[in-house]
């Protein structure tokens, strides 16, 4: 079982930057796959970033990348994703989630998730 608690997220300006993180406790951190996932007002939770459970690999959504990065840090019990060039369409609540096995970007695939965090983009 994993607990997972955003925090970092915030109103910015488009163009700005800012990091949202994600605490996990429990047991085996460092065995679970870790992403984000992002839904907007009227729309459907969708795949942001993942990263394997070493670290070692990384996939984003085409939408963020080169603007988004996520990182991990095993010793702990983190993740985090450094947004920058911020666009009005960024606006959503961000979600971490969690999972064993390899690498997915599909919700369903997730097994534990974050309450959430919103992030604000103005235009």
């Known amino acids: 079982q994993v607990r997972l608690v955003e925090s970092g997220g915030g109103l910015v300006q488009a163009g700005g930057s800012l990091r949202v993180s994600c605490a996990a406790s429990?047991?085996?951190?460092?065995?679970?796959?870790m992403g984000w996932f992002r839904q907007a007002p009227g729309k459907e939770r969708e795949f942001v970033a993942a990263i394997s459970s070493s670290g070692r690999s990384t996939r984003y959504a085409d939408s963020v990348q080169g603007r988004f990065t996520i990182s991990r840090d095993n010793a702990k019990n983190t993740v985090s994703l450094q947004m920058n060039s911020l666009e009005p369409e960024d606006t959503a609540v961000y979600y971490c989630?969690?999972?064993?096995?390899?690498?997915?970007?599909?919700?369903?695939?997730?097994?534990?998730w974050g309450q959430g965090t919103q992030v604000t983009v103005s235009s």
């Open positions: 429990g047991r085996f951190f460092s065995g679970y796959v």
């Open positions: 989630a969690a999972r064993g096995l390899s690498m997915a970007v599909d919700v369903s695939s997730y097994n534990y």
